[in-house]
């Protein structure tokens, strides 16, 4: 392919990996996962557990030690963000609110990356790793340690 073939939208499109087309996928998925939450699911009272609403198991680290495993809450601090209950969000699980964010914004960010012509995989991987995988790690343990200390309903 010549190197002016890849000027037009046609030919840059060609050139895209996999990993960006996975990336393109992802921004609707993002928008359905919304959907589905603030439509077909309750938030439940004990603040975890409403995942089952989806047909996933219960969470086996509630089951077997009594205690909740890091993602404990995720899905119902989600559902609640979605349904415009932000502080509760935050109060049952503040990964459960930083994802909701997150999947709300993605999109958003994919949509202007592509009307800009930019290739997604190529912006993820300028991402500096060093900074956020460590970031990731402490927003993760930080709230399951919330989740700990918070006095969670068994």
């Not at 996999?18 to 992802?26: D, E, F, I, N």
């Not at 609403?53 to 009594?66: R, V």
């Not at 509760?88 to 997150?102: E, M, Y």
Request: hydrophobic share 50%; with cysteine; net charge positive.
């Amino acid at each position: 392919m010549s190197e002016r073939s890849l000027e037009t939208p046609a030919g840059r499109a060609a050139a895209r990996s996999p990993a960006h087309w996975v990336l393109v996928a992802l921004a609707p998925a993002c928008l359905l996962v919304l959907l589905v939450l603030g439509t077909l699911v309750t938030p439940s009272p004990s603040g975890h557990g409403t995942h089952t609403q989806l047909g996933l198991p219960p969470c086996l680290a509630m089951e077997w030690f009594g205690v909740p495993c890091p993602g404990c809450g995720v899905t119902t601090s989600v559902t609640l963000a979605v349904h415009g209950r932000w502080m509760a969000s935050f109060l049952d699980q503040p990964l459960g609110l930083f994802v909701a964010l997150l999947l709300a914004l993605y999109p958003l960010w994919a949509f202007w990356q592509l009307a800009r012509g930019r290739d997604l995989f190529e912006r993820v991987r300028g991402l500096n790793a060093r900074l956020w995988v460590p970031v990731g790690i402490v927003v993760i343990l930080g709230s399951w340690i919330y989740k700990l200390v918070s006095g969670f309903p068994a």
